[in-house]
């Protein structure tokens, strides 16, 4: 692991696209900006591990989903149900629909 030593408003290059910025520092908290082109998921690390142990779930799911079926809805074994995507919980959590990024 490399540590470095930043102050507040000092800025660190990963890559060519990443910028990690030290906006404040309280006490025993740092908050760190961060500018990353949308292609490039940012998450924070509780966020990122919920998110991946949802997946690995889901990939070996292989029964029916019923908690999610809106009542009175039916599958026949012959089509699929029409409808939106649910999306789990933490990406629930991550997602914003302000088009904003969260800051960690």
Known sequence: MLV????RDETIMIGDDVELTVVDIRGDKVRIGIK???????????VYDAIRNENQQAAGFRGEITAFRPRGVTVRPDR???????????????ARTDGRRDIA
């Open 36 to 46: 990353a082109p949308p292609h490039i998921a940012v998450h924070r690390k509780e």
């Open 4 to 7: 470095l030593s930043r102050q």
């Open 80 to 94: 699929r149900p029409e409808g939106g995507t649910v999306l789990p919980a933490a990406a629930r959590v991550a």
